[in-house]
């Protein structure tokens, strides 16, 4: 059964630290995405929010970070299927409206919606399977 992640609560004031685990980025701002079932590893600095998805050459659309090359269309990826990007040294991710969906350790992400990504998390766009690395 699929179930959307949920928002985390309202963090008590008594206890304004907030303890991500590895979820923090180190200086370098560079993650590695590993394809599961592929050999390929992409290694994506994130020093602005990066759009994953598919470019499309008959129309021109491109993507920060492509996928097509790995079989992105065959896996249901959308042209602009999530952003990733750093807030405050974390990794966050937002589906932008995919039309197959994005899981996060199996549970799907609501469209518009951030959510931390953690060292080791599995992402899923549409059929596509990638370990995150940072």
């Known amino acids: 059964m ?3 992640t949920r928002r985390m609560p309202n963090l008590d004031a008594n206890d304004p630290v907030t303890r991500w685990g590895t979820a923090s980025l180190g200086s370098e701002s560079k993650i590695k995405l590993l394809m599961i079932g592929l050999t390929e590893t ?3 600095q994130l020093d602005r929010p990066m759009i994953i998805g598919r470019s499309d050459r008959e129309t021109g ?14 896996h249901g990826v959308s042209r602009q299927h999530v952003s990733l990007e750093l807030v405050h ?5 937002t589906d932008l409206n ?4 994005t899981y996060l350790n199996e549970q799907r992400l ?3 919606q951030r959510r931390v ?12 399977v990638l370990r995150v690395f940072f």
């Open 117 to 128: 990504v953690r060292d080791s998390d599995e992402i899923r766009l549409g059929k596509m």
């Open 98 to 101: 995919s039309t197959n969906g």
């Open 89 to 93: 040294k974390t990794v966050m991710i």
């Open 110 to 112: 609501l469209p518009q």
């Open 42 to 44: 992409l290694v994506i």
């Open 61 to 74: 659309f491109e993507v920060d970070v492509d996928l097509t090359p790995f079989g992105a269309a065959e």
């Open 2 to 4: 699929n179930r959307p």
